[in-house]
């Protein structure tokens, strides 16, 4: 199976962007979706991205998502920051039907 | 209302069993296949295990098999996470969770739905 690494924790200002990437260790990030999910505290995930880069119902579109094949990463972009982004990041995917895999999460911290 | 609730969480010694239990409501239970995911206490997101929307297929992380085992029944909407021989390194939040069949040059899965979670305590 493969990893997905994020950094730990990242800052920025209200208004501003943020990217936090998600690194695929072995295998192609291409060959299978990558889904980004927000947690705040104390509360479960919820999806802010599906697909790379479709956002389900509700989610704002400060919320996009890409993938680059040539660092083998994903990439989920939030604009326009609101304190309420403020949370833990994870990325997920899975290269089989019979796995799943998340990254380690990422801490948002809009200061 | 579309939701998963979990229940059946609590503190049990090493070594003993626990059931956890996830009822499903507001959607075609028996169309999903369903995950548990869980939580230890400050750290990320872990996959358990899935099983197939007709029960007939069940997939395991590596450090749960032949331990957990997870099974549904379609009939009263609810999915289950029989727990045994219990470990500390199981005390998590357990969630439960809608799978999505993703496909791109391979099958995966998306969560598109989660429970809130039940905690999980293995202490002496």
Same mark, same amino acid.
């Given at each position: 199976n493969f990893m997905l690494t994020q950094p730990h924790s990242v800052s920025e200002s209200p208004g501003k962007t943020v990217t936090i990437s998600c690194t695929r260790s072995s295998g192609s990030i291409a060959s299978n979706y990558v889904q980004w999910y927000h947690q705040r505290p104390g509360s479960a995930p919820t999806t802010v991205l599906y697909e790379d880069n479709q956002r389900p119902?509700?989610?704002?579109?400060?919320f996009s998502g890409s993938i680059d094949s040539s660092s083998n990463s994903a990439s989920l972009t939030i604009s326009g920051?609101?304190?309420?982004?403020e949370g833990d990041y994870y990325c997920q995917s899975s290269d089989t039907t019979n796995s799943g895999v998340f990254g380690g999460g990422t801490k948002l911290t809009v200061l | 209302q579309v939701q998963l609730v979990e229940s059946g969480g609590g503190v049990v010694q090493p070594g003993r069993s626990l059931r956890l239990s996830c009822a499903a409501s507001?959607? /075609?239970?028996?169309s999903y296949a369903m995950h548990w995911v869980r939580q230890a206490p400050g750290k990320g997101l872990e996959w358990v295990a899935v099983i197939w929307s007709d029960g007939n297929n069940k997939f395991y992380t590596d450090s749960v098999k032949g331990r957990l085992t997870i099974s549904r029944d379609n009939s009263k909407n609810t999915l289950y996470l029989q727990m045994n /021989?219990?470990?500390?390194?199981?005390?998590s939040v357990y969630y439960c969770a809608r799978g999505v069949e993703v496909v791109r040059a391979t099958a995966g899965w998306y969560f598109d739905l989660w429970g809130r979670g039940t905690l999980v305590t293995v202490s002496s």
């Open positions: 119902s509700g989610v704002p579109d400060r920051l609101k304190t309420e982004d | 507001g959607f /075609t239970f028996s /021989t219990l470990r500390a390194e199981d005390t």
